[in-house]
């Protein structure tokens, strides 16, 4: 998985970073709801232009109107990480949502640079472990979604790089470094499956995305933001009130030790549509 | 012939001193192992008992004491202050046997509820129990000092394994990774319950359908304070949703607004009384006093 030491791989990034959108993009993906369950997308050694799979172009999102909007911590350890955005959007008008139904659940995460508790050890960022010097990284993201092993529903995935200064503070005006790698219905991150993962990684509750966050990066390239990763779904339950609903443990970071660091889960609330 | 009656008159005198000699020496015998058994006085005396230890009474604990049970095996533990720690939204509280025993007792929650629990020792021996399977933990509302007790009867946490005991954490606002210096509401109930509420669990919008936007923020025990907004960004309603729901309605609130946004977007709703009711049968109110900011989102 270090593939991004080298300084010929950070120029690719810069460009990429450049001309992210330059590719024609092919939209929304629907995630497979049998056998091996990741879809690969731009797996590293990244691709530049990044291949289509997956990727979204702002206009993906045109007829789709912001339901709610949250900024929460990422707290780990007792130590504020990062921070989540978390959203809902559904297909709509005004305020009003339409009768198909469709909703989007977007995150995006920002990790943390100022330096608290442990300054002299790292100067990059909080640090979250007493026994490690290592900036907290997301590898994986976990998001639930509707459907159960029997009985999956259809389920989208895509991701925007975003736009403007990787290190930027707004979260519609930031870029990421470092593309999506794979998606797919698995509750199954890095050093758990090895892609495309088997039948038994499946797990059609769950939408992950694949996509390195690390503020200071062991790997040499560093990637605070996220890219926003979309999952979208057809919500029907809830009546006349709101789709989605606030819901314990409904999102999950992953860091699973790419550079030896500690694998660390950390499940937060976070926005889902209604299961009934 | 005289003579003769005296030699054996002296005779049978003599026997039956001898006799009653002997008897009396047999009398005396248990006398004399028990005078054995504490007469001999050691050189040097042993010093007074003075410990509890020696004495086998049971030094009181300082901390909070928690009584094992390990298959039929009892024990008692002295544990120290419980230790929080947050990761995302599961805190974990902790204990640690004081003086150098190496026991520790440790319950993971996502607010009242438990989700996990184990105890262990340096000895390696450790014993878990998961979700539906600990029973006997109850952790406690906030009382007027912000305190939670976590009680234990006879909690199972592994097979034929029990601790039983009373624990209290530290207020919220005492610990720096779950206080909010620079903003915080403080919510009393009318049944002597006290905590601030940190909106560290986060803080964002939510709109309905028919345009009315609702501010929520969130702590890491899970529990939303909202308030909601008509068309005219008035208070429509605010309500607090934790193991209850309490809320009132414009007009019955008490003091609250909300600021137009500040030079980086953000909005501060200030809470000054702002009193709720508990939605299911207004037996229980809360007042809420403090500020809470909106980011730019």
């Known amino acids: ?276 | 012939m005289r003579w003769g009656v005296l030699l054996v008159g002296l005779v049978v005198a003599i026997v039956a001193w001898i006799l009653m000699r002997d008897s009396t020496t047999e009398l005396r015998q248990p006398a004399a192992r028990s005078v054995d058994v504490a007469a001999p006085a050691p050189a040097d005396p042993e010093p007074l008992v003075t410990s509890n230890a020696a004495l086998d009474i049971p030094t009181p604990c300082e901390g909070q004491p928690l009584e094992i049970d390990l298959g039929g095996q009892h024990t008692s533990a002295c544990m120290g202050t419980t230790s929080i720690v947050q990761n995302g939204s599961v805190r974990t509280y902790r204990v640690d046997a004081i003086g150098g025993a190496a026991r520790w007792f440790r319950i993971d929650a996502s607010g009242s509820k438990v989700l996990s629990a184990a105890l262990g020792s340096a000895a390696g021996d450790e014993f878990r129990c998961k979700g539906s399977q600990c029973k006997g933990i109850s952790i406690g509302r906030h009382d007027v000092q912000g305190v939670r007790t976590i009680s234990l009867e006879r909690a199972t946490v592994g097979e034929q394994v029990t601790v039983s005991g009373t624990l209290h954490t530290i207020p919220e606002d005492e610990i720096a990774s779950l206080a909010c210096p620079e903003q915080g509401v403080r919510i009393v109930t009318s049944d002597s319950s006290a905590q601030s509420f940190c909106p560290k669990g986060g803080a964002g919008f939510e709109v309905a359908n028919d345009g009315t936007r609702t501010f929520r923020f969130t702590n890491l025990d899970g529990e939303s304070i909202l308030v909601e907004l008509d068309g005219e960004e008035r208070v429509k309603r605010v309500a607090y949703e934790g193991d209850s729901t309490l809320a009132c309605k414009r007009g019955e609130c008490g003091r609250v607004a909300i600021s137009p946004p500040g030079g980086e977007g953000e909005r501060t709703v200030t809470f000054a009384g702002t009193t709720l009711l508990e939605t299911t049968n207004g037996e229980r109110n809360a007042v809420l006093n403090g500020t809470l900011v909106v980011p730019a989102l």
């Open chain 1, 1 to 276: 998985m270090k593939t991004l030491h080298s300084l010929p791989y950070a120029l690719l990034l810069a460009a990429a970073a450049l001309f992210y959108n330059a590719p024609a993009h092919a939209g929304w993906c629907t995630l497979t709801d049998t056998g091996a369950p990741l879809t690969t997308v731009n797996p590293k050694p990244f691709t530049v232009p990044p291949p289509s799979t997956c990727l979204l172009a702002p206009s993906d999102l045109s007829g789709y109107i912001l339901k709610a909007s949250r900024q929460a911590n990422i707290t780990v350890s007792g130590v504020k990480v990062g921070d989540l955005y978390d959203r809902v959007y559904c297909l709509g008008t005004g305020t009003t949502c339409d009768a198909t139904n469709t909703y989007v659940i977007a995150t995006r995460v920002r990790m943390a640079a100022t330096p608290v508790n442990f300054p002299a050890r790292n100067p990059n960022c909080p640090l979250w472990s007493g026994t490690s010097n290592d900036c907290f990284e997301i590898n994986n993201f976990f998001r639930n979604i509707r459907g159960t092993a029997a009985t999956p529903v259809t389920a989208d995935a895509g991701y925007l790089m975003g736009s403007g200064s990787s290190t930027g503070t707004d979260p519609d005006n930031s870029l990421a470094v470092k593309y999506v790698e794979y998606v797919g219905k698995t509750y199954k991150g890095l050093n758990q499956l090895v892609p495309p993962g088997t039948a038994a990684d499946r797990d059609n509750t769950k939408a992950m995305f694949w996509n390195d966050v690390n503020i200071f990066d062991p790997d040499g390239t560093n990637s605070p933001w996220s890219a926003w990763l979309y999952v979208r779904q057809n919500c029907p339950f809830g009546g006349a009130s709101d789709h989605y609903t606030l819901a314990s443990f409904a999102i999950k970071y992953w860091q699973g030790g790419e550079e030896g660091q500690f694998q660390t889960n950390v499940q937060a609330s976070a926005y889902a549509c209604k299961t009934s």
